[in-house]
């Protein structure tokens, strides 16, 4: 392995710095032989570790990239206020899922299959008729909440009014 003065040397002459006798590959600082040498080594040490032990390390990264405020996508740029990603990585991940749903969709639409689990939809339906029932629920139960919190708003708005018409201060 070439020391430091060596290696950078042998970079900015563009022959690779690892065999010292090719030329290096286009935009990259070795040579296509030793990138498949890497590239093959990587492969079989990657096959070799557990998945658990990658899931594992992928997780104990992100933590520890949310902690120290970058995007934990990426790993280069700082995350967004009160976020986990930056703003480019965000954009990506929302366009990359809006497509993904939206072929996940269309192929139960066309199958006519319930989007939750492969039973048969209701037709005209995109859901089996036990899921449908259960999103009507919950439809119903959202509805419920936000009229209670549209009461108590009024409520408030009201004591608020009558608290002007008196005249009181806040001090």
């Given at each position: 392995?070439?020391?430091?003065?060596?290696?950078?040397?042998?970079?900015?002459h563009?022959?690779?710095?690892?065999?010292?006798?090719?030329?290096?590959?286009?935009?990259?600082?070795?040579?296509?032989?030793?990138?498949?040498?890497?590239?093959?080594?990587?492969?079989?040490?990657?096959?070799?570790?557990?998945?658990m032990?990658?899931?594992?390390?992928?997780?104990?990264?992100?933590?520890?990239?949310?902690?120290?405020?970058?995007?934990?996508?990426?790993?280069?740029?700082?995350?967004?206020?009160?976020?986990?990603?930056?703003?480019?990585?965000?954009?990506?991940?929302?366009?990359?899922?809006?497509?993904?749903?939206?072929?996940?969709?269309?192929?139960?639409?066309?199958?006519?299959?319930?989007?939750?689990?492969?039973?048969?939809?209701?037709?005209?339906?995109?859901?089996?008729?036990?899921h449908?029932?259960?999103?009507?629920?919950?439809?119903?139960?959202?509805?419920?909440?936000?009229?209670?919190?549209?009461?108590?708003?009024r409520?408030n708005?009201?004591?608020?009014?009558?608290?002007?018409?008196?005249?009181?201060?806040?001090?």
């Open positions: 392995m070439p020391n430091h003065e060596e290696y950078v040397w042998y970079k900015e563009g022959i690779c710095p690892i065999c010292r006798h090719a030329m290096a590959a286009p935009g990259k600082v070795s040579c296509d032989g030793c990138l498949e040498k890497h590239r093959r080594a990587d492969r079989i040490r990657y096959q070799k570790k557990s998945r032990a990658k899931n594992a390390y992928q997780k104990e990264r992100r933590k520890r990239l949310k902690a120290s405020g970058i995007c934990y996508r990426c790993g280069r740029r700082k995350a967004e206020n009160d976020r986990t990603m930056c703003s480019e990585c965000a954009i990506k991940y929302r366009r990359w899922n809006r497509a993904w749903y939206s072929r996940k969709s269309r192929h139960f639409k066309e199958a006519g299959q319930c989007q939750w689990c492969d039973s048969m939809a209701i037709p005209g339906k995109n859901y089996c008729r036990k449908y029932y259960d999103l009507c629920e919950r439809i119903a139960k959202g509805r419920k909440a936000q009229k209670g919190k549209a009461v108590c708003k409520m708005n009201a004591f608020w009014m009558e608290y002007k018409k008196e005249g009181a201060q806040c001090t």
